[in-house]
T-cell receptor
Framework: GAVVSQHPSRVICKSGTSVKIECRSLDFQATTMFWYRQFPKQSLMLMAT?????????EQGVEKDKFLINHASLTLSTLTVTSAHPEDSSFYICSTDRDSGNTIYFGEGSWLTVV | QKEVEQDPGPLSVPEGAIVSLNCTYS??????FMWYRQYSRKGPELLMYTYSSGNKEDGRFTAQVDKSSKYISLFIRDSQPSDSATYLCAMSPSTDSWGKLQFGAGTQVVVTP
């Protein structure tokens, strides 16, 4: 069964609005979650590392004020795309390591389309 | 130059054939190597995980790592149409940055009946 739940699976929003994507670990606590972005026919690119109870760590080139990450509990991390633009349209996906790092599990991903 | 190189394909094979996939990498610090399968518009599903050099077999899947050549492979025996998907290699230097995976571009595989 699913280890990581991500919601919504698909969202369409207007340019200039904000969109929140949730990532939940099921039946276990995840102190660290990772957010990736995947453009069509391209690889997954790590955006940021979400740490429970502390600030997220962003990869080079990722705007922290545009992609707000909150990890308020041990089972939930959220990614908010603020003032979305069409170029933000992409597949956003979260992951976390279960069993202290033996394997990395991914959520089902969220397709964002900004019109 | 990308840290992880993977031929995007598509790779088309007849049902029952062996699918051979590979990735090359440039960062000698990578020690953990994974293969994921991704169906269209879905999240990646972990297939194989290997630490350092060597071979690992799991059912129809065999993963090989050659750190001296910075080259990893995945073989799928007796391929089925349901194996049609994009296969991504991923790697990490250590458990300290375990979740910060570097991915290849993914190879699209099509298994024809």
């Amino acid at each position: 069964g699913a280890v990581v739940s991500q919601h919504p699976s698909r969202v369409i929003c207007k340019s200039g609005t904000s969109v929140k994507i949730e990532c939940r670990s099921l039946d276990f606590q995840a102190t660290t979650m990772f957010w990736y972005r995947q453009f069509p026919k391209q690889s997954l690119m790590l955006m940021a590392t979400s740490n429970e109870g502390s600030k997220a760590t962003y990869e080079q080139g990722v705007e922290k004020d545009k992609f707000l990450i909150n990890h308020a509990s041990l089972t939930l991390s959220t990614l908010t795309v603020t003032s979305a633009h069409p170029e933000d349209s992409s597949f956003y996906i979260c992951s976390t390591d279960r069993d202290s790092g033996n394997t990395i599990y991914f959520g089902e991903g969220s397709w964002l389309t900004v019109v | 130059q990308k840290e992880v190189e993977q031929d995007p394909g598509p790779l088309s094979v007849p049902e029952g054939a062996i699918v051979s996939l590979n990735c090359t990498y440039s960062n000698s610090a990578f020690q953990y190597f994974m293969w994921y399968r991704q169906y269209s518009r879905k999240g990646p599903e972990l297939l194989m995980y290997t630490y350092s050099s060597g071979n690992k077999e799991d059912g129809r899947f065999t993963a090989q790592v050659d750190k001296s050549s910075k080259y990893i492979s995945l073989f799928i025996r007796d391929s089925q149409p349901s194996d049609s998907a994009t296969y991504l290699c991923a790697m990490s230097p250590s458990t300290d940055s375990w979740g910060k995976l570097q991915f290849g571009a993914g190879t699209q595989v099509v298994v024809t009946p």
